[in-house]
């Protein structure tokens, strides 16, 4: 809201209330009329959205020029309420950023030439520790590719590329086939790190290879990339409490204070199990930090 507006429209009402004795309402006006409408539905049958081009600038430019004392101010709109290509341009051109929540936002705004600073990823179902690992790898997980966020860092003197897969879980297969045939790696070379609900929080296993063990994640990856001779590293994060508790809301719920600095002991190793990993070194990584459950201390 452009500051005064309010005071502006009510001092407007109380103005006309007086002279007229008529309620302190503002009149509203559509921008297209009713013959208008009628005449873009023979064409355009219903329902379809029709938007104010003009109204949607005068607002973007008012607001820009209403915050242009802060510099390095930047407003973020959020996509799902405008998933709009022509709408999402337009706002861009006044300097708006967008606020994606889901992989299909993110793509949206890639597609209309939305990067980095750009873009606010607020998604609800993206556990913070593996931005924080991203970080610690020092991994600008930015670009979309392969049904991903996806980026690229140096591990012991290796080029890696790491992949947050986008689509449903158990469909993670179509990220890690896909990247992986693009860069001709073979999946020898592909290390998955899952959770785990077999394992006990704080728990951490590591394996050259297996079976999927019922994991649906790595049951997709198995039967599409038809190999099943890639590591993994399993994060215990502990069996549902009851038998009738549904398992995507106990593996994607939060963690009590307590598994959850249980958990941050696992993901203190990570790193290092990656770094083994990258200089061929993933059997003195199996030995030194396969662990039943809790690291002691």
Same mark, same amino acid.
């Given at each position: ?59 973007? +430019?008012?607001?820009?020029?209403? *915050? %242009?004392? !802060?510099?390095?101010?930047? $407003?973020? @709109? =959020?996509?799902? #309420? ?32 939305? +990067?980095?600073?750009?873009?606010? *990823? %607020?998604? !609800?179902?993206?556990?913070? $520790?593996? @931005? =924080?690992?991203? #970080? ?162």
């Amino acid at each position: 809201m452009i500051p005064g507006t309010r005071r502006q429209r009510a001092g407007a009402g109380e103005a006309a209330g007086q002279a007229g004795g008529e309620q302190n309402k503002m009149e509203k006006k559509a921008f297209v009329t009713r013959e208008l409408v009628e005449e873009i539905a023979k064409t355009y049958p219903t329902p379809f959205h029709i938007y104010d081009e003009r109204g949607i600038r005068e607002n973007a +430019r008012a607001l820009k020029e209403a *915050f %242009s004392w !802060n510099r390095g101010y930047k $407003e973020f @709109f =959020a996509v799902k #309420a405008a998933p709009n290509p022509f709408l999402m341009t337009i706002l861009k051109e006044y300097g708006c950023g967008a606020d994606c929540s889901s992989y299909t936002e993110l793509m949206l705004s890639d597609a209309v030439g939305m +990067r980095g600073e750009d873009i606010m *990823f %607020s998604s !609800n179902e993206t556990p913070a $520790e593996e @931005f =924080a690992l991203a #970080a610690k790898l020092g991994v600008a997980v930015e670009k979309l590719r392969f049904k991903s966020l996806c980026g690229e860092a140096e591990i012991a003197g290796k080029r890696v590329l790491l992949l947050k897969p986008g689509t449903y879980m158990n469909l993670s297969g179509q990220a890690v086939q896909e990247a992986a045939a693009y860069h001709k790696v073979p999946m020898e070379r592909v290390l998955v790190l899952m959770d785990d609900v077999s394992l006990p929080v704080g728990a951490l296993r590591i394996r050259r290879r297996g079976s999927d063990g019922g994991h649906n994640g790595l049951k997709n990856i198995i039967y599409l990339t038809g190999r099943d001779d890639f590591p993994r590293v399993k994060i215990g994060v502990g069996a549902k409490p009851h038998p009738d508790y549904d398992l995507a809301d106990w593996v994607l719920g939060r963690f009590s204070p307590e598994d959850q600095k249980l958990l941050e002991g696992v993901f203190a190793d990570i790193p290092a199990i990656c770094e083994g990993f990258a200089q061929g070194k993933l059997e003195e990584a199996m030995g030194k930090y396969n662990r039943s459950g809790p690291a002691p201390g």
